[in-house]
């Protein structure tokens, strides 16, 4: 595999699987140089009881000089929570001046799920995160990111024909390709694929009793180190779907706040 090297821009909790904690391990056991811009530093994620949070963007005006003098570049770029709208501008500043040549740029919008905003986002968010996806190569959002994306109805029962319409709005929003998780069809679970021709592609598995924190964040990691290692977008998802299925089976039920992804890592990769 060529060096490629990795940015990925998103928030670092300090206990808990999510976030930095899994997009770093995952794509470092992949084999590429990944670098991490974190976006705030969080005592532990959210699904505690407490939490501290020191908010990084001030220090993203010394981070890009410093970078800019070094003359860093950027094979790709894969984005997942980031929190602040503000950080949307930032995060394009990044694509502008710290791009390779065929950069490819994945965008995990992560701000809602079940058909509910997570707490702290409002619809400006929704709408900043809409402007950016525009500069994707791919992005990702669930089912309920992409109706708030697209001013969608959210649904909890659908067919074919409403996903696939959620998938043209998308692709209104961006020059890339909509990949969009969590659809449930027939009692599987998995991912809709708007193709070239305007076609829908699907990947559909098993849906598995149960929910964990941090699974969208490991779906998003290894997405994209598998995409970029050549598989098509199918192959990337369908691997992505495998290994979540793998740790949420491997994940002890008293393990409230994320899936012991380790294991399968260590299973996968070494």
């Known amino acids: 595999m060529d060096n490629k090297k990795i940015l990925t821009i998103q928030d670092l909790s300090c206990v808990g699987q999510c976030s930095l904690t899994v997009a770093l391990p995952i794509l470092s056991a992949y084999g590429y140089e990944t670098c991490v811009l974190p976006t705030a530093v969080l005592s532990n994620h959210t699904m505690f009881k407490k939490w501290s949070y020191l908010d990084l963007t001030p220090e993203l005006d010394n981070i890009y000089p410093v970078w800019r003098e070094n003359g860093f570049r950027f094979d790709a770029f894969l984005l997942g929570y980031l929190g602040k709208a503000p950080l949307m501008d930032a995060a394009e500043r990044a694509f502008d001046e710290f791009s390779a040549k065929d950069r490819l740029i994945v965008i995990d919008p992560v701000f809602a799920d ?56 998308l692709k209104k929003l961006t020059v890339g390709i909509p990949v969009v998780t969590g659809v449930e069809l027939d009692g599987k679970i998995g991912e809709a694929i708007l193709k070239e021709d305007g076609s829908v592609s699907y990947v559909m598995g098993e849906k598995l009793p149960v929910s964990k924190h941090g699974t969208g964040d490991i779906f998003a990691s290894v997405f994209t180190a598998e995409y970029l290692a050549g598989k098509t977008l199918e192959q990337a998802s369908d691997s992505a779907s495998v290994f979540v299925q793998d740790c949420l089976r491997a994940t002890p039920e008293e393990h409230f706040y994320g899936v012991v992804f380790e294991r399968i890592l260590k299973g996968r990769r070494g």
Request: aromatic share 12%; charged share 25%.
């Open 114 to 169: 079940n058909g509910k905003l997570y707490g702290g986002f409002d619809m400006d968010y929704v709408r900043a995160m809409a402007h950016l996806v525009r500069r994707a190569d791919i992005i990702l959002p669930n089912m309920t990111e992409a109706c708030f994306l697209t001013g969608t109805e959210y649904r909890t029962e659908y067919n074919e024909e409403y996903v696939k319409g959620l998938l043209s709005s």
